[in-house]
């Protein structure tokens, strides 16, 4: 069974940085989908960022430029590195594994932006 536990969330000034992180447990292979999404309060979950099959990324607009996403295999993480951040990435943020062992998502863990 995949566990997900994400980190690495918290309370940032506009402009700044973080970094979250995802670790799964159990099976998981290289050619399932790794990613981050993200649901504000009042709003619908949104897809953040993936790595899929092959290593391709897929950004939401929203980030591109600012925010990049990394995957290791070996250590089943995955990881978004967030920069300039502002407001609007105030959300909880989910860490999702899909594909050919189905679909798991971690628990959540929260970015705050204060302006």
């Known amino acids: 069974q995949v566990q997900l536990v994400e980190s690495g969330g918290g309370l940032v000034q506009a402009g700044g940085s973080l970094r979250l992180s995802c670790v799964a447990s159990g099976t998981i292979f290289g050619s399932n989908a790794m990613g981050w999404y993200r649901q504000a309060p009042g709003k619908q979950r949104e897809l953040v960022a993936v790595?899929?099959?092959?290593?391709?990324?897929v950004y939401a607009d929203s980030v591109k430029g600012r925010f990049t996403i990394s995957r290791d295999n070996a250590k089943k993480t995955v990881a978004l590195q967030m920069n300039s951040l502002n407001s609007e990435d105030t959300a909880v943020y989910y860490c999702?594994?899909?594909?050919?062992?189905?679909?798991?998502w971690g628990h959540g863990t929260q970015v705050t932006v204060s302006s």
């Open positions: 999702r594994v899909s594909g050919t062992i189905g679909d798991h």
């Open positions: 790595i899929i099959s092959g290593g391709r990324t």
